[in-house]
């Protein structure tokens, strides 16, 4: 665009353009009226980049134009506008090299600029350079430390402020409560809303509007609620910041009716960010309907095309599980930002779709723009089993050509991804890449190493931590005690225990229920027991269900069955482990028909679906009871194919009561889940000798030898003076291997004496005769 200044037919500059016009179409002369007009004009109209071009266009032509204040004024609130650090500076700079001096209007106008595009080393050298400082001025500082989430700075100023002996107007309150909710300081919010009420601004909408905002971050919403229906002339500000407090403190049905009492008040259209807050609280309760009412009477206003209400409305389809609306509300979006790509490519990963992920993030790199942390970590989010490991390898290269591989965040989520993928010396491999851990890098690690059953490397690694880290959180306790439950090391166990005192951790019922599960796995069960007393009415389900079952294990059905039932009188409703506890103790004592009647009620009285954890329980409670017609029935109605361990166990049960026909097919079932296991090989053979099948049973021996199975001897370990002990059967490598064994003919002796008649072995010619 080129423009001609009014009564200067012979004057020309470009506006659209920062290339310089011909010398020749600019002469020498004084016109300096003409230009600040124009200037100024162009600012007033909110043509902001038209007036900058045209400045940039004057100055680059090397002539001399003076500017009036009031231009510079407009000028800078044209850089504060775009947030235009390039031409602020310019612009100062412009301001600095003529003669003026600029008086406080103007100087505030300049620290705002600094202020609004986030440069406040500058703005703060001009603030201590001013010569005369008014409320603008501190007003400005103030807010432009908030607004670059340097809220620290920013209280500090304005108690420098109070010290000055200046009075604080509105604008300074409203900016210094709002600096409080985000430092999560509403102590001091309280004390400032104190101060406003005794100041007299307590009633202005600029500050009310700013205590809605602190007391809805401060989890305070009757407060905020309070003071928002104080605010007597309310604007776009009092709604929105109420019905985003609402939508942010699960109160997503207040927050949607107050939307919908906003657009009846007939006062207020709402913009992009009460549309934004409304879409997020149906998202969060999976409003579906309503939320596709809001998508109509926003598309109607115009609005579904900005960033905030577009990227909030798809993110409203992406959690009520409607991926395909929420694409394309993204793709209605006019600029998508990198906000809103994460969004999506957030909702595709949740999902699980991580080849659709990808080809989001590949679009919106050809577009130009930069992913960031978050992007990747959402895309690693995405890879959650084996079947993904590929992809995430492709991010993870990704990361290290573009050099994100640094930031620890997406370590952590990298870690994180490994361990899901089930690669676990990879992620042991990453961890020590890592230069600088810090307390969630160690947790990811140590859960990957006891989720993968990596328990001696987790109790190295624990020792590592303990010397470069200062302080453990309740996560790590948690995890190390679950190591030590899975290896049974009460001694470990014990020193957690007195670390969580040290640490004063000891209270967290997380550490607790830790402690409860990790003593009853080591048979200290008197221990868990008073563990479980202390804690008092903060017991959850986890507390009663790490107890019933380490009373279930170790035979003590009555203390077990009692604690249920002691249980479900308090009104506590049982999970899915506490009934693999029920379960288990009904098997141990035969409580055939109170078992059964468990697994029945489950679903229904509880909402528990029956695993094969459950599954296995009552088949273990059938087989022990010899009731082996009715297991193989369970086994074949299941919803699920059944795994080997429940076949193991009906093969057992076979053992014991010599039944032929069910052990044969069980271990069928084993051997063609798992050819090589011996297991099921020796069981049906000890079948078949005991009941006088020995044609099949030499048939079956011919079948190991050819196949090439053997029996794998049995071992023992336990740990003496810190040193881990191993034994084998028949094995005498032991040094006090002797002393063992006349122990074992002892009690051997000792067993015969009160009556133990020992099962009488095959005949071994019998045996050989029937193998040759």
């Not at 009757?222 to 003071?227: E, K, P, Q, V």
């Not at 709604?239 to 657009?263: D, H, P, R, T, V």
């Not at 679950?482 to 014990?494: P, T, V």
């Not at 794998?712 to 059967?729: A, D």
């Amino acid at each position: 665009m080129i423009t001609k200044f009014k009564n200067h037919p012979w004057l020309y500059f470009s506006t659209t353009s920062c290339h310089p016009l011909p010398p020749s179409l600019f002469p020498h002369f004084q016109i300096q009226q003409q230009v600040n007009d124009l200037l100024s004009s162009l600012c007033k109209q909110k043509r902001f980049h038209e007036a900058l071009r045209a400045f940039n266009s004057l100055q680059t032509q090397g002539s001399t134009f003076r500017l009036l204040p009031s231009t510079y004024a407009h000028l800078f609130l044209a850089c504060s506008q775009l947030k235009s650090i390039h031409h602020g500076r310019l612009v100062h700079r412009h301001l600095s090299a003529s003669s003026m001096r600029p008086d406080i209007v103007l100087s505030n106008h300049i620290l705002n600029m600094y202020g609004k595009c986030g440069f406040m080393e500058e703005a703060r050298k001009l603030f201590e350079e001013m010569p005369e400082i008014n409320i603008v001025s501190w007003t400005s500082m103030i807010s432009g430390f908030s607004q670059n989430c340097r809220e620290n700075e920013a209280v500090d100023l304005y108690i420098r402020m109070l010290r000055s002996g200046l009075a604080p107007d509105q604008f300074a309150l409203g900016s210094v409560v709002r600096t409080c909710a985000g430092l999560l300081n509403f102590l001091l919010g309280r004390q400032l809303h104190g101060h406003a009420v005794k100041s007299g601004y307590g009633s202005d909408r600029i500050v009310q509007n700013a205590l809605v905002t602190m007391y809805s971050r401060a989890d305070s919403i009757d407060d905020a609620s309070l003071i928002f229906q104080r605010i007597s002339d309310k604007d776009l500000i009092s709604w929105g910041s109420m019905i985003a407090g609402f939508a942010q403190q699960g109160c997503e049905l207040n927050s949607l009716y107050l939307f919908k009492e906003m657009i009846n008040s007939g006062g207020c259209s709402p913009n992009e960010f009460h549309f934004g807050s409304a879409f997020s609280a149906c998202g969060n309760i999976n409003q579906l309907e309503f939320g596709q009412q809001l998508h109509g009477l926003c598309f109607k206003l115009r609005l579904d095309t900005e960033a905030f209400a577009g990227c909030s409305l798809s993110d409203m389809y992406a959690r009520c599980r409607n991926l395909y609306s929420a694409k394309k509300a993204f793709y209605q979006i006019d600029m998508p930002d990198l906000v809103s790509w994460n969004s999506i490519i957030g909702a595709y990963s949740n999902a699980g779709l991580v080849d659709e992920a990808i080809v989001l993030f590949l679009e919106m790199r050809w577009l130009g723009l930069k992913p960031d942390d978050i992007t990747v970590r959402c895309l690693l989010c995405a890879c959650s089993d084996y079947s993904s490991l590929y992809q995430g390898q492709l991010v993870h290269s990704y990361l290290l050509k573009v050099g994100l591989d640094a930031d620890v965040s997406v370590c952590n989520a990298l870690l994180s991804m490994y361990t899901r993928c089930s690669d676990i010396f990879t992620a042991l491999n990453l961890f020590e890449e890592i230069k600088a851990h810090d307390l969630i890098s160690w947790n990811s690690i140590l859960t990957a190493c006891v989720q993968h059953r990596q328990l001696e490397e987790a109790f190295q690694l624990f020792k590592c931590m303990r010397s470069s880290m200062k302080d453990l959180d309740h996560i790590t306790l948690n995890t190390i005690l679950s190591a030590c439950a899975d290896l049974a090391s009460f001694d470990i166990g014990k020193h957690i225990h007195a670390y969580s005192f040290k640490v004063g951790l000891e209270t967290d019922i997380m550490v607790r229920n830790g402690l409860i599960d990790a003593y009853a796995k080591c048979g200290s069960l008197d221990d868990a027991r008073k563990l479980f007393e202390m804690m008092g009415n903060n017991r959850d389900v986890f507390s009663w269900s790490s107890l019933i079952v380490g009373y279930a294990q170790f035979g003590y059905v009555k203390e077990s069955l009692e604690l249920f039932a002691l249980m479900r009188s308090l009104g506590i409703n049982p999970n899915h482990v506490t009934l693999v506890g029920v379960l288990t103790a009904c098997s141990r004592v035969g409580f055939v028909n109170e078992g059964l009647y468990y697994y029945n009620i489950m679903e229904h009285e509880y909402g528990i679906v029956p695993t094969k954890e459950h599954s296995s329980c009552v088949i273990d409670l059938l087989a022990r009871a010899g009731r082996l017609d009715e297991a193989a029935k369970f086994i074949d109605q299941m919803p699920f194919e059944p795994d080997i361990v429940m076949w193991k166990t009906l093969l057992a049960a076979c053992r014991v009561r010599n039944n032929v026909e069910i052990g044969k097919r069980a271990a069928e079932a084993i051997l063609k889940i798992d050819p090589s296991d011996s297991a099921a090989y020796v069981l049906l053979c000890s079948i078949y000798a005991s009941s006088g099948h020995w044609d099949e049973f030499a048939m079956l021996k011919k079948l190991m030898k050819s196949s090439g199975v053997r029996k794998f001897p049995g071992k023992s370990w336990i740990k003496v003076n810190g040193e881990l002990r191993v034994f084998i059967v028949e094995d005498r490598s032991q040094p006090e291997s002797e002393n063992v064994y006349t122990m074992l003919e002892l009690l051997g002796i000792g067993m015969t004496e009160v009556g133990y008649v020992p099962k009488l072995s095959y005949c071994k010619e019998s045996i050989k005769s029937s193998c040759q």
